[in-house]
């Protein structure tokens, strides 16, 4: 903001708001102070009367005015790990992919410098399903985002990036793509530490992150495997067979593992074992090794296995239609929105007591994290109960415990009376999923990985009802 924006902003804030008279006070023309008005209006810090609004009082404060439209970003969310890239795009490049002698090719350039790239495309899981971003994930994503410069006609407004102030979720249905990144060696020649390196697909520098989800991947992807193979030379490649192999002995100690422990059952929940193997694995990795990545994988796994759950259970268990009725929005009323939040306001403490009730009467001791579940994900239980197959983890457990008021026989009910802790449990596996996204990743506690592994184990045979559940839980430095 320049100096006679603030100079008139302030004035305006004092009551002297006519064009002539704030001339007079700071020897401007009159036509010049009220195009500064105008202006000021423009950006939506003055009313029509030429007082100012909250965002103008804030504008006082920063010092900040910026005269760009709202920019419209694109986020992006990994297929396997279901968390944002750290990063967005104000504008997508399509590339154009050839077929030549069977054999795919990304074609980069223009007619005059075209390129032409081997291609290696890594799909998503068959049964892989988007998850709705929380507000924390699209901050850490956009915050690292570079406003456009100003056009040259704003002449009277200074260059340069502008903080961004507020973010807005356009479309919660995502559109699926496929993002071209490159893998390539001897990125510095002073740099030994990593023989070859990943590009970020939004960005021009290599990705630590990235190269540590595509040596993941290339576990199980044999044509990725053998595309890094080729890159980095048979040494490399042999080192990843090694690891393979060693990690592939770890996974069947642990399937055969698990079918002792969770009776054969488990095997007629396929998607759910296949997550408890992977989990069971990474935690027998992590606690022989460094832990770190492998940890963060155990918390992963565990919270996918418990959302496959809650959907079935969503599905197969649903709310009653006048609880239901409790999540619809309130009629607008284009005169005075303060009625509609008051009945909005009612909404939330009528859902609060029914959800605190029922959890008393199916023995749940402690309530006090769900209630604040309900405060933060109100609008998620009823999205959650009408589309369970889109279900989050956070929204799914009081839209749960909703149902068992005419369900008696629901699974969570059985599932407190033996655990009547459970609920603050899982409340606290939600909140691990900050530290397991792709931003600032951080290792997770050796307690933390525990309590998940251990939650995992006792509570989800329960919730299938696969008998018996497990009694005991191998402690880290107990029997593999």
């Given amino acids: 903001m320049d100096v006679f924006q603030r100079a008139i902003l302030r004035l305006c804030r004092a009551g002297l708001r006519r064009p002539d008279l704030l001339g007079q006070r700071l020897c401007l023309e009159p036509k010049l102070c009220e195009h500064i008005l105008q202006q000021l209006q423009h950006h939506g810090y003055l009313t029509d009367d030429y007082e100012p609004t909250r965002s103008g009082i804030d504008a006082l404060a920063t010092g ?247 959907r079935q259970m969503l599905r197969d268990y649903p709310m009653d239609s006048a609880d239901l009725a409790l999540f619809s929005k309130p009629k607008s009323n284009s005169k005075s929105p303060a009625p509609n939040n008051a009945k909005l306001e009612a909404q939330k403490s009528q859902v609060a007591n029914l959800v605190s009730e029922q959890a008393k009467i199916i023995g749940i001791a402690r309530n006090g994290k769900l209630m604040r579940l309900v405060e933060s994900n109100f609008a998620g239980i009823g999205n959650a109960a009408r589309q369970p197959e889109r279900a989050d983890f956070q929204p799914s457990l009081p839209a749960l415990v909703l149902a068992t008021r005419n369900h008696p026989s629901h699974p969570l009910a059985r599932a407190a009376r033996n655990h009547p802790d459970m609920i603050d449990t899982l409340v606290t596996m939600a909140l691990l999923r900050n530290p397991t996204s792709h931003e600032d990743i951080k290792d997770l506690a050796q307690d933390d990985v525990e309590l998940v592994r251990g939650a995992a184990l006792s509570l989800l045979p329960i919730l299938l009802d696969i008998s018996p559940p497990v009694k005991k839980v191998d402690t880290p430095h107990g029997p593999r």
């Fill in 64 to 310: 900040d005015i910026d005269p760009l439209d709202s920019v419209v970003v694109y986020v992006f969310q990994d297929p396997f790990t279901r968390q944002l890239w750290p990063s967005a795009v104000d504008r997508i490049y399509p590339g154009e992919v050839l077929w030549r002698r069977g054999q795919r090719l990304l074609v980069r350039g223009d007619a005059g410098d075209r390129r032409e790239f081997d291609l290696v495309t890594v799909r998503p899981p068959n049964d892989a399903q988007p998850r709705l971003p929380e507000a924390l994930d699209i901050l850490q994503a956009v915050r690292h985002f570079k406003l456009p410069e100003r056009d040259a006609q704003d002449f009277d407004m200074p260059r340069g990036d502008s903080a961004i102030r507020r973010t807005s979720l356009v479309d919660d249905r995502p559109e699926p793509v496929w993002l071209a990144t490159y893998l390539f060696g001897e990125w510095r020649s002073k740099d030994t530490s990593f023989p070859w390196q990943a590009r970020d697909p939004l960005g021009p520098r290599p990705s630590t992150m990235l190269r540590r989800l595509v040596m993941a991947r290339s576990e199980e992807d044999e044509t990725l495997r053998t595309a890094v193979g080729r890159l980095v030379g048979q040494r490399e490649a042999s080192r990843i067979e090694a690891a393979n192999q060693a990690r592939a002995e770890v996974r069947r100690d642990a399937a055969d593992w698990l079918d002792l422990e969770l009776t054969l059952r488990i095997r007629d929940h396929e998607k759910v074992r296949r997550l408890l193997v992977d989990m069971e694995t990474n935690y027998r990795l992590g606690r022989d090794g460094p832990g770190g990545t492998d940890f963060e994988n155990v918390a992963r796994n565990a919270l996918r296995a418990f959302e496959i759950v809650f």
